[in-house]
């Protein structure tokens, strides 16, 4: 049950920073969001969105073989114009990967997978990793945009997302500051 237990983890943590990254670009308005910061999806908005597809490929397509997710509308960014359509796709690959979580189990976690654009062997455990560690990386490109505008980005450390046992979480911001 470890590998489940950490698998749950995980995606309570990924969920967690993405909810303070998303909060975060919204208090910013949807046209700093949308401005195009010359990252690798051009804006903020788009990064988020990515981060979903991510999420809804490798949770939701490929456990579940769904290949006409791809096709669904709303999931493209140039389909998403508003915070509403926005919120509709979050909450779409939401119920997806809440899904794939009520069915999961140990021995699942060890079934092969497979993503037709992506080469080798990989389980539905690795899936799990690959979308964190996806985010991960597409949410450091976030923290770059927010220092070059002089904002300060919300925590995304395992430790500040994860209070251990008697002790709260860290401040939502990614600085302490001491008195």
Same mark, same amino acid.
């Given at each position: 049950? #470890?590998?489940?237990?950490?698998?749950?983890?995980?995606? #309570?943590?990924?969920?967690?920073?993405?909810?303070?990254?998303?909060? #975060?670009?919204?208090?910013?308005?949807?046209?700093?969001?949308?401005?195009?910061?010359?990252?690798?999806?051009?804006?903020? &908005?788009?990064?988020?969105?990515?981060?979903?597809?991510?999420?809804?490929?490798?949770?939701?397509?490929i456990p579940h073989r769904r290949w006409k997710?791809?096709?669904?509308?709303?999931?493209?960014?140039?389909?998403?114009?508003?915070?509403?359509?926005?919120? +509709?796709?979050?909450?779409?690959?939401?119920? @997806?990967?809440?899904?794939?979580?009520?069915?999961?189990?140990?021995? +699942?976690?060890?079934?092969?997978? &497979?993503?037709?654009?992506?080469?080798?062997?990989?389980?539905?455990?690795?899936?799990?990793?690959?979308?964190?560690?996806?985010?991960?990386?597409?949410?450091?490109?976030?923290?770059?945009?927010?220092?070059?505008?002089?904002?300060?980005?919300?925590?995304?450390?395992?430790?500040?997302?994860?209070?251990?046992?008697?002790?709260?979480? @860290?401040?939502?911001? @990614?600085?302490?500051?001491? &008195?």
């Amino acid at each position: 049950m #470890a590998r489940l237990e950490n698998v749950r983890r995980l995606l #309570a943590y990924d969920r967690a920073v993405f909810s303070r990254f998303e909060t #975060a670009i919204v208090r910013r308005g949807w046209a700093a969001a949308t401005q195009d910061h010359g990252t690798g999806h051009g804006s903020l &908005k788009n990064t988020l969105v990515h981060i979903l597809n991510v999420r809804e490929a490798w949770l939701v397509a490929i456990p579940h073989r769904r290949w006409k997710v791809f096709d669904a509308p709303g999931r493209r960014p140039d389909d998403i114009r508003s915070w509403a359509e926005y919120r +509709a796709y979050r909450d779409r690959v939401r119920a @997806g990967v809440d899904e794939l979580m009520a069915e999961l189990s140990e021995a +699942a976690l060890s079934r092969r997978v &497979k993503a037709p654009w992506m080469p080798g062997r990989y389980t539905l455990e690795d899936a799990f990793y690959q979308q964190s560690y996806e985010q991960a990386h597409h949410l450091g490109e976030v923290i770059a945009v927010f220092w070059q505008q002089d904002w300060s980005p919300p925590a995304m450390t395992w430790i500040q997302n994860q209070a251990p046992p008697g002790r709260p979480r @860290g401040p939502a911001g @990614g600085r302490r500051r001491r &008195k």
